[in-house]
């Protein structure tokens, strides 16, 4: 969804503006993740619960759960 407001942006379709959301648990690996910041096969995922998700913004590691306001700029 994200893609397509950015598009949507860029394309003069959309004004400026946000989007507020709220994540099941999750950690979102940004482009400057190394695969030395988080052992992705370790079983600790896969018992926690907790999605791992590319991501093709910047940044590393990150965790995001239910109760934690996000927001988002489309700008």
């Given at each position: 969804?994200?893609?397509?407001?950015?598009?949507?942006?860029?394309?003069?379709?959309?004004?400026?503006?946000?989007?507020?959301?709220?994540?099941?648990?999750?950690?979102?690996?940004?482009r400057?993740?190394?695969?030395?910041?988080?052992?992705?096969?370790?079983?600790?995922?896969?018992?926690?619960?907790?999605a791992?998700?590319r991501?093709?913004?910047?940044?590393?590691?990150?965790?995001?759960?239910?109760?934690?306001?996000?927001?988002?700029?489309?700008?």
């Amino acid at each position: 969804m994200q893609q397509e407001l950015i598009a949507e942006r860029l394309s003069g379709r959309r004004e400026d503006g946000f989007l507020l959301c709220e994540h099941f648990p999750v950690v979102t690996l940004g482009r400057q993740t190394s695969p030395v910041d988080i052992n992705q096969d370790s079983p600790f995922w896969a018992s926690s619960g907790i999605a791992i998700e590319r991501a093709d913004r910047g940044g590393g590691p990150t965790y995001h759960a239910p109760g934690q306001l996000v927001v988002y700029p489309v700008i």
